[in-house]
């Protein structure tokens, strides 16, 4: 297995584990690859070991087994050289509530190595970048959750990585700094050939930002691959219907079972059917229904998405990340930033 | 732009982090101002309201405030220790400190930066309570040079308290917990010759307790360059439990950071 790893790759991940105290296996066993360039997307829900895996990664937390290679060198034997080949963005934005945006880069680019007459030019280039040179000036103290999480960014980049490390960056951001960032990530990958490995439990965000994803829940990697491709595993729509009674939940799966298989809906009192013939026959459902007499509350027709992967693969939804996400806050082809073509 | 990139020296990045460090200080005042003002407001009060201690046959001083000098510098070691202390744990709490451990910065940067910070807080303060002291007319027995020595002798000690302020910290990585030993510094204070000298305290459990207790050595060490003149075995006494409370707080640091560091 390590025998295959390969170096080109800047990340290579085989049968890695941490364990914490009590026999917590956070994350149990991954294997995976990034290439370089690629933006990785790593879904799942919370708890999942999203975030165990990005501290193992970049050197934070040692691997309690396995190994990982990033850039090349090994986490558990060369941490020094891994972190001066990555930058990180980790979930929860630390910075120094009395020191200045500009100061945090003349801290971060002194301990990084950066010359002094560098300093101040790779720093102001960063921030403007950013979009906070107006606010360069102003203690953190006063910065909004958007703007903390573009310093942090910009933090992150001061040294010119080559892999990058973002950990849940747009968790609770608005729609407009959620999309600023993406931009500025995608054009990362595409100009700057930065390798991405981002964390997210956003399903909307790993689908339009990420070459592949890899999909972790309980520790375990239990899907990965470019998300067209994940999607088209489960590629027919389903149709969901809830009855207006719980109890008409048998007489509704009855009458839909014609036009094809019953699957999970992740929540009770509903119905959900994989459509044999797609949504072609959603009018003779609306029909089958009503012949049978059954009312429902709502019916809804579910193109598939990195959801229905997950449903799939654990029979679970991944919760949180819909609810979180403001609905369809732009066509996704529109929000969808622009990449290279591979 | 690829921005050219060597690992720092090691006197550079404790100046980087000193230098974050003494910022943070200067710029919260409660940081900077109330750990000066509550020791000498206390001395003001102690010194008019104990001056008639001076009457008990065999007190070592005619003054009060002569005798009392010493306690304003144990108190503002004690608010160093514990407000550097705090903003270590803060920066554990924050995540600072893994951004911090994600460049290049040493174990040993870290904290001589962090402690950089007490050193300033130290002679900060320590100067000014010995200009307010000289303005209200103490006289330094040990003259000009006992001066420069007290001086020495109160840094030393502060940072001895900044070690021990810094340990915890990195021990159990919450401000709380840096918060709950306050009280205990300041029984320790209350409870040695800070206040009376030790021939002179009745009760014999307090008398017993002070004896045992280190921080009366340290009082006593910096009262005896204003009321006794040179000497050399309560210097010795204070410079060496400081120097021993320092190495010793240094090394338990240095591990709770590596444990507290599992980088790789």
Redesign the interface.
Known sequence: MLATMQPERAIDVAGLVREFKGGVRAVDGIDLHVAAGEIYGFLGPNGAGKSTTVKVL?????PTAGRALVAGHD???A??K???S?G?A?Q?V???P??TGR?HMR?????????RS?RAT?GD?LLERVGLSDAADR?SSTYSGGMRRRLDLA?AL???PRILFLDEPTTGLDVQSRTALWDEVARLARDEGTTVFLTTQYLEEADVLADRVGIIDRGTIVAEGPPATLKAQVSRPTVEVVPRDVAGCAAVAEALAPFGEKVSSGRAGSVAVRLDDGADRLADIVRALDAAGIPFANLALHEPTLDDVFLAKTGRSLEGSAEEVPEDPAPRDAARPERAAA | ????????SLP??VG?IA??SV??IV??PAQLVFPIAFPLSLLAVNASGLDAATKLPGFPSASYLDFALAIPFMQGALFAALNGGQDLAR?IE???L????????SGAALLAGQLGGALFMGVVSAVIYLAVGLAFGVGIAAGAAGALVLLALAITISFAFACFGTFVALRAGTGEAVQGFFPLFFVLLFLSSAFFPRDLIEQDWFRTVATYNPVSYMVEGVRSLVIAGWDAPALLQAFGLSAVAIVGFLALSSRALRTRL???
Request: no cysteine.
């Open positions: 970049t050197t934070l937390l040692p986490v558990a034997r941490g020094a891994v972190r001066a990555i990180v980790l929860d630390a910075l120094d009395m020191l100061e801290l971060q680019a002194g301990l990084h190595g950066i010359p560098q790779r280039e203690k933090l001061l040294h010119s | 732009m690829t921005a050219a990139v060597a690992s720092p550079a990045q980087l230098g974050r910022r943070r710029r919260q920066d924050s995540g600072f893994d951004r911090l451990s994600l460049t290049p910065m599992q980088r790789t």
